[in-house]
């Protein structure tokens, strides 16, 4: 059970409120573990080219991001979708991820997101799913209002499991996120990472 609630608790903070936004108070980095200091911080290569610290308190939970499909995406299910606006006015999606139950409400809602400028992500329940030709449209419900968004073959469809320090190594990709310090280096309040060679394309 205590393995359950630091996952739903990892979880929980790198998605509650705006999921990783970046705010004058927190910066987040996403990238590949270059290496492991002997106090436990991470040497991490942004995607951006930069080398960043990252430091973790010993009990920091972490969640493993891992590959999942179209198949999994069931109707009711509480997904969050990434995505960008289309020259149609129907929102393309850049990736999809799916909560587990326990997780559901989490970041309700649409708004803005980081993943590229203009984009935005949008937490919900998969209400309603039209196939075509080119991938499945859904409609993702939230208190207040939906959003339709077209799923295509090369957007990355992610699920979550458990995790520990022990997923953290060099060569794995990695989100985290944190308010940096003043000697630049970032103080991770929230850690999720790649299984086996996965990059978390959220």
Do not use: C
């Not at 911080?41 to 080219?49: D, E, I, P, Y």
């Not at 109707?75 to 799916?98: S, T, Y």
């Amino acid at each position: 059970m205590s393995t359950l609630r630091n996952f739903t608790a990892a979880l929980l903070l790198v998605f509650a409120g705006a999921a990783f936004a970046q705010t004058a108070s927190t910066v987040t980095v996403r990238g590949t573990i270059e290496a492991i200091s002997e106090d436990g911080s991470l040497s991490v290569k942004a995607r951006s080219g930069e080398m960043v610290t990252v430091r973790m308190k010993p009990d920091l939970p972490v969640a493993l991001v891992v590959p999942a499909t179209l198949a999994d995406v069931k109707p009711g299910a509480f997904i969050g979708v990434a995505a960008l606006p289309g020259a149609d006015g129907v929102l393309k999606a850049l990736e999809v991820h799916i909560f587990p139950e326990a997780m559901r409400g989490t970041g309700e809602g649409y708004r803005a997101f980081d993943l590229a400028p203009n984009s935005s992500m949008t937490n919900g329940a998969l209400a309603a799913r039209v196939e075509g030709v080119d991938g499945p449209t859904l409609t993702v419900a939230y208190h207040g209002g939906s959003q339709t968004i077209h799923i295509d073959a090369k957007a990355p469809i992610v699920g979550f499991e458990p995790g520990s320090r022990a997923d953290l190594k060099p060569g794995a990709a990695m989100i985290a996120r944190g308010p940096r310090a003043a000697d630049g280096a970032i103080e991770a309040v929230r850690v999720i990472v790649g299984k086996d060679g996965l990059t978390p394309p959220m």
